[in-house]
């Protein structure tokens, strides 16, 4: 068999995942995935030629590259490891790459857990939506050695069309979290702007048509406004809760490096005030909302 074509396992066919592994079927890669609480895109993968395993030492002891795409890294401790976990049923050399947005320092740890059980760890964290998973249009900042790198690039490039090497192992969730800073940043802004101009009688409609098309237009503002003009709850498919997990996460880093983020601080409230209303399985552009029923408007209001 090719290096271009190793066998492939990969955990987490959620709303990312089953775009990255059905691309990951039809560019020839043989494929292996976990089962998972929704059964219905396990399915549809298996009814396109993906094998199931029932555990992720069974998925292991059929993939030579594992692609994890859970939650954070308390999630990909979990999947790797015990006596029903990855690293009990890799074979020496298998890499595994975690595509999920994880707390740095845990992968750096978990990087030298796996070498030294003869194994390898990169990290590729996403940009984009389900919608560009589906057509292999996402975007992966990837940490690993220049060896690891080489072996995962054609897989990755199944679901991705930019592929970027930032450095070695937690280099690309440290660049994750920088990029989740700067979109969930955006998002806080676009919700408060909205409401203020919704307060001072500029409607939403208004203020996107001087937005949009201008300089600080973007492809997150237009997921972002495609809630707030049209009702598209699946427009932008992350979670309240998981944007809170990244800004949390990036406090951390910046506490373990004494940098101050006061900025940080305030887009991290902005996410958990909402989530601690009970809105943590919203989607992000639903921020708007929250922050606009604060200040005692609603945006639908014309």
Not at 52 to 58: L, M
Not at 194 to 214: A, E
Not at 247 to 267: I, S, T, W
Request: glycine share 12%; aromatic share 6%; charged share 20%.
């Amino acid at each position: 068999m090719s290096a271009e074509r190793e066998s492939v396992g990969f955990v987490g066919v959620g709303f990312m995942g089953q775009g990255m592994a059905r691309n990951l079927l039809d560019k020839g890669f043989p494929l292996t995935v976990l089962g998972h609480r929704n059964r219905k895109p396990v399915e549809e993968l298996v009814a396109a030629g993906a094998a199931e395993a029932k555990s992720a030492r069974e998925l292991a002891q059929r993939s030579r590259i594992i692609f994890l795409c859970v939650t954070g890294s308390a999630q990909v401790e979990s999947v790797l490891k015990g006596e029903n976990g990855i690293i009990a049923g890799a074979a020496p050399g298998t890499v595994v790459v975690d595509c999920s947005t994880s707390d740095p320092m845990v992968t750096v740890r978990l990087a030298q857990e796996l070498e030294a059980a003869g194994l390898h760890l990169a990290d590729a964290p996403l940009g984009g939506t389900p919608a560009q998973a589906a057509l292999g249009k996402l975007s992966a900042m990837v940490g690993a050695t220049p060896e690891v790198f080489a072996r995962i690039k054609p897989a990755c490039e199944a679901w991705a069309e930019k592929i970027v090497h930032v450095g070695p192992a937690g280099d690309g969730h440290k660049m994750k979290l920088l990029n989740n800073f700067l979109s969930m940043g955006y998002a806080a802004i676009y919700a408060e702007a909205l409401t203020l101009g919704q307060k001072i009688g500029i409607t939403p409609q208004n203020f996107d048509s001087v937005i949009r098309g201008g300089r600080m237009d973007c492809g997150f503002y237009q997921t972002f406004m495609q809630y707030v003009l049209q009702r598209d709850r699946d427009a932008h498919k992350f979670t309240l809760a998981n944007a809170l997990k990244d800004v949390r996460y990036l406090e951390g880093v910046a506490n373990a490096v004494g940098v101050a983020n006061p900025v940080g601080n305030a887009v991290k409230n902005s996410f958990a005030t909402a989530v601690a209303s009970g809105r943590g399985e919203d989607y992000v552009p639903m921020l708007s909302d929250w922050i606009a029923g604060l200040n005692g408007t609603s945006l639908t209001e014309r």
